[in-house]
């Protein structure tokens, strides 16, 4: 057996050949010493004892026996006797003790919490007014191990501030330092442990669960803990009850059962009970008698190192036990201190002697202390010896005995202050005490807790009796051994307790009815994220970002602009090109033969000057590519309009004289002759010009073009382009060649070409059509297409509109300079024959040429 020293196996041998015999083994629950110490244990509890049925304030008998209490109470005794036996806290002093049964019921635990506060050498308890100088039997109390119990006692011995430090009520409420002012304890309280349990849902994803508490204070207020602190995790509870104690009138047990079906019927799978002992058996035993499926049940400390629970028949069947315990150093040699003592309690040459020592256990007024201690064997204790944990009882004693250290002042040679003590003193020198347990270093903190890990253990079965299994620790944050833990599900996989699947990525819950774990997935549509998984709505990305449907993040925003590089930018630039070009060749072939009738006939300087705007126009398209700036949005229309205007207005001159020569008396050329070739005609380009420029500068002054950034208008980019504020603005900019080019129709659209001559008309009536083709059909394409592409249209309607003025009039002449010059000659062009210079109309050949192909001269008879 592991543990036991030679000395420990030949006294077990001993204890072995005496079994079956009575042992003293209750009187040595009970020490004189210099400074007495109470302690209050759980030995025995009174089951089957119907409390509600009493009359008479009558002795309780406990009938049955836990190894617990007794284990508890073994470990109080061997820390009080390593303190006694060494010289670090109390040298040359010994401490007492006195250690009873609480039977685990509040009315057997006051009978001697009333001896403890019994005045020192008498069994009454004194009156009076001031308990200053008050000398009670005890200096303080080890335990209790419930909350149940420490709250009535918590109470009793604050009103006398005797100390009181208790190994196992973790209840919340006990940290009151108002109520319970005396109290400590060497346990967390419960809120850590709450805190624990919901750390464990979290990390295995269950957040649809039952809740079940025992109706007694300490289950009521667990469950309202464990509440706030679930939905603080986005844990909901499905279903919450109270589970009454035995013999408890307050909820019928049929409301249990219901309870127990509801969750049985619902998809939870995993049920917290925070319930005491009793509790929890009444529990247990009527799911394992109504066969309810299976599931988790995650515990509290109260009832998980309970055998009260464990050894209820069918246990193994209700499913996986998980639960935190409160981690401690171990105690190697308690078991060989235990089995000695077992074996000294089994020698009556020793109880003789103990007998002699110890006179007056005194229990006419308390009654057996533990009469079942008196018929247990080491065997019966294994188990409990196992599967528990006994350091909280026995630093209970260390840090008593180091408050007394402190307050007698004790050093290595002794203790200078040998003076009796008060229990308040003791307690002044308690409140944030640090103190030593072995290696271990504990602190008491305002509330009088201490600062402990929890162990997580799971229950596995070996036949009828479960073996506790370490499978993680919690010291603030929760550390998972998965590969030691053994679940009842098939696969041993763990098991599943959601009301709604998992949403997936880029998925919001939509929650339904009143619990927030039940919902629908929506997904986020484009523009939004889920930021985490607990979101309920999507949030919206930056006005600098974006993100696709279904997404959990957002991405920067690239600016997009009419690049350089692109494919429909380097199209217009290859078509501006090729109009830049014959605009220049038709240039140069018009200087060339500056002196020809064809170029005369066209305006001479005015034809030269009407081809450079019309170069200047197309060189305007260069200011839509690339990043947009300020100065490029406010240039980008003034130079095109205004070439454009003195193109158009060299046209509207040859579409006035064509109409002056064709449709007026004789007479009125040689008049207006001065307007349309002389100054006069540069005079009528200039006013044209400035009119457009006055329109040009009213309109940037009062809708400037801005450089805009249009979040809204791409999904995935920003806009950087140039903003129109004004469609009417826009318009007017483009009055003055709408009016130039409407007079260049009106004046050569019905005038009546002669056969014999160059149809000029015909190739302007082309032009202005051209013109206003382009432009009408520009503005419902510039209105509708995507604004990215708005500069694009604008360049295509430039070019296209040069080209079309450049192929209807310029083109045709240059054709004939070069591939007919026959019919380069004043007649044909200017219509003067040699020696009748003023005749125009009579006795010319007859040609038929179409302006855009022209054909031969075919000469009349």
């Not at 002699?356 to 006419?364: F, N, S, T, V």
């Amino acid at each position: 057996m592991p543990g036991l020293t030679p000395l420990g196996l030949s006294l077990l041998a001993l204890l072995g050949l005496t079994v079956g015999a009575p042992l003293c083994l209750s009187r040595l629950l009970r020490m004189q010493g210099d400074y007495m110490l109470g302690g209050l244990f759980p030995m025995s509890s009174a089951e089957g004892t119907g409390f509600g049925d009493r009359t008479r304030p009558e002795s309780i008998t406990c009938k049955r026996f836990s190894g617990f209490g007794l284990l508890w109470a073994l470990a109080v005794k061997m820390a009080v006797d390593e303190i006694n036996n060494g010289s670090a806290l109390l040298p040359g002093l010994r401490l007492g003790y006195d250690l009873f049964d609480t039977c685990s019921e509040p009315m057997v635990a006051m009978k001697p919490s009333l001896v403890f506060l019994a005045k020192a050498g008498s069994r009454n308890i004194a009156a009076y007014c001031n308990y200053t100088q008050y000398q009670p039997r005890v200096l303080a109390v080890i335990g209790p191990y419930s909350s149940e119990l420490a709250l009535v006692t918590g109470k009793f011995f604050s009103f006398f501030l005797m100390p009181q430090v208790s190994y196992g009520a973790s209840m919340d409420r006990l940290s009151d330092r108002e109520m319970f002012p005396s109290f400590f304890r060497t346990v967390p309280s419960d809120r850590v442990q709450l805190r624990a349990i919901v750390e464990l849902l979290v990390a295995f994803s269950w957040n649809w669960v039952a809740a079940v508490g025992s109706d007694d204070e300490y289950g009521r207020q667990g469950l309202s803990i464990f509440s706030k602190l679930a939905s603080a995790r986005n844990i909901c509870i499905a279903h919450q009850g109270l589970v009454p104690l035995p013999n408890s009138h307050r909820m019928p047990l049929g409301q249990v059962e219901k309870l127990l079906q509801v969750v049985n019927q619902s998809n939870v799978q995993v049920v917290v009970l925070f319930a005491s002992a009793r509790a929890a058996h009444t529990l247990f035993s009527y799911s394992v008698h109504s066969q309810l499926t299976p599931k988790v049940w995650v515990t509290s400390e109260a009832w998980l190192a309970s055998d009260l629970v464990a050894t209820v028949p069918g246990m193994a069947q209700v499913g996986t036990v998980l639960g935190f315990l409160q981690h401690s150093d171990p105690l190697p040699e308690f078991r060989s201190y235990v089995a000695t003592h077992l074996a000294l309690a089994a020698d009556p040459a020793f109880c003789t002697s103990l007998d002699a020592a110890q006179p007056g256990l005194e229990e006419d007024v308390v009654g057996p202390r533990c009469p079942q201690c008196d018929h247990v064997t080491l065997k019966n204790l294994l188990a409990w010896l196992t599967n528990h944990r006994f350091f909280a009882a026995y630093a209970a004693v260390y840090s008593v005995a180091q408050a007394l250290h402190n307050t007698l002042r004790c050093n290595a040679s002794g203790c200078p202050a040998r003076k009796p003590v008060q229990p308040w003193q003791l307690l002044d020198r308690m409140y944030n005490m640090r103190f030593h347990a072995r290696d271990l270093e504990l602190s008491f903190d305002a509330s009088g807790n201490v600062d402990m890990k929890y162990d997580l253990t799971l229950w596995m079965w070996r036949g009828q009796e479960p073996e506790v299994r370490t499978v993680g620790i919690f010291d603030g944050q929760l550390r998972l051994n998965r590969s030691q833990m053994k679940w009842h599900t098939l696969g041993n996989q763990p098991p599943v307790s959601q009301c709604s699947r998992q949403c997936a990525e880029g998925q919001v819950r939509r929650v339904k009815g009143f619990h927030s774990c039940c919902y629908d997935c929506v997904d986020c549509r484009a523009g939004t994220y889920r930021r985490t998984q607990d979101d309920l709505f999507c949030t919206q990305c930056g006005l600098n970002e974006w993100s696709p449907d279904r997404s959990t993040r957002c991405f920067p925003r690239r600016p997009k602009f009419l690049a350089w590089g692109e494919p429909i930018t380097l199209g217009l630039l290859m078509l501006l090109g090729l109009v830049l070009g014959l605009t220049l060749a038709a240039l140069g072939l018009f200087v060339r033969h500056w002196d020809s009738p064809m170029v005369q006939a066209s305006g001479g300087p005015l034809a030269c000057f009407g081809l450079a705007c019309l170069g200047l126009a197309c060189l305007s398209v260069l200011l839509f590519p690339g990043w947009p700036s300020p100065t490029g949005c406010l240039a980008q229309q003034p130079l095109f309009h205004l070439p454009l205007t003195g193109c158009l207005s060299t046209l509207f001159l040859q579409a006035a004289e064509t109409f002056v020569e064709s449709e007026l008396p004789p007479g009125w050329m040689g008049r207006l002759q001065g307007w349309f070739r002389g100054p006069g005609a540069w005079l009528i380009v200039l006013v044209a010009v400035l009119a457009q420029a006055a329109l040009c500068t009213w309109y940037l002054v009062a809708f400037p073009f801005k450089v805009v950034t249009d979040w809204q208008a791409l999904p995935q980019e920003v806009l950087v382009h140039c903003c129109m504020h004004s469609w009417i603005s826009f318009g007017l900019a483009h009055a003055t060649n709408a009016i130039l080019a409407f007079l260049c129709f009106l004046g050569t659209f019905l005038v009546q070409s002669q056969p014999s001559r160059y149809n000029r008309a015909r190739g302007l009536t082309f032009a202005t059509l051209s013109h206003f083709i382009i432009w009408i059909s520009f503005v419902p394409l510039f209105a509708n297409v995507n604004m990215v592409y708005q500069p694009a249209v604008q360049m295509t309607a430039i070019l296209l509109c040069a080209l079309g003025i450049l192929a209807s009039v310029y083109l045709p002449k240059c054709y004939l300079l070069l591939w007919c010059p026959a019919l380069n000659t004043p007649e044909f062009f200017l219509g003067k024959g040699p020696g009748n210079v003023g005749e125009t109309r009579e006795n010319q050949e007859s040609v038929t040429l179409d302006p855009v192909s022209p054909a031969a001269v075919t000469p009349t008879q």
